[in-house]
């Protein structure tokens, strides 16, 4: 299996997102099953559904918290574990380019 920050992401079809108050609701409309994320989980997210690409994702999210490099990309690969787990993102090829690992968010 491909390393899920080195990985394109793709969010499915089916997946509704509803955002309250920083936080987010995670609709799966074919299996009718709901997820829920905090504020950190929802900027995570929107950064993936907006590039694709975790390595993007973590350096904004660092540079939006203040965050642990380190901490983040750990935060981000268990995130992105469990909504693959979940069918509501698929890890895909690696990013050839590295995505944007050294590159300013």
């Given at each position: 299996m491909t390393e899920p920050l080195a990985a394109r992401i793709q969010v499915s079809p089916k997946v509704m997102v509803q955002e309250l108050d920083g936080e987010s609701v995670l609709l799966d409309v074919k299996s009718?099953?709901?997820y829920g994320l905090d504020d950190v989980g929802t900027r995570m997210w929107q950064h993936l559904?907006?590039?694709?690409?975790?390595?993007?994702?973590c350096a904004r999210i660092v540079a939006e918290y203040g965050a642990d490099e380190a901490t983040v990309r750990r935060d981000l690969a268990e995130l992105i574990g469990?909504?693959?787990?979940a069918g509501l993102v698929t890890v895909g090829d690696p990013?050839?380019?590295?995505?944007?690992?050294?590159?300013?968010?």
């Open positions: 009718e099953r709901y559904a907006e590039r694709g690409d975790p390595a993007t994702a469990k909504l693959a787990a990013i050839e380019d590295g995505g944007a690992a050294g590159q300013a968010p």
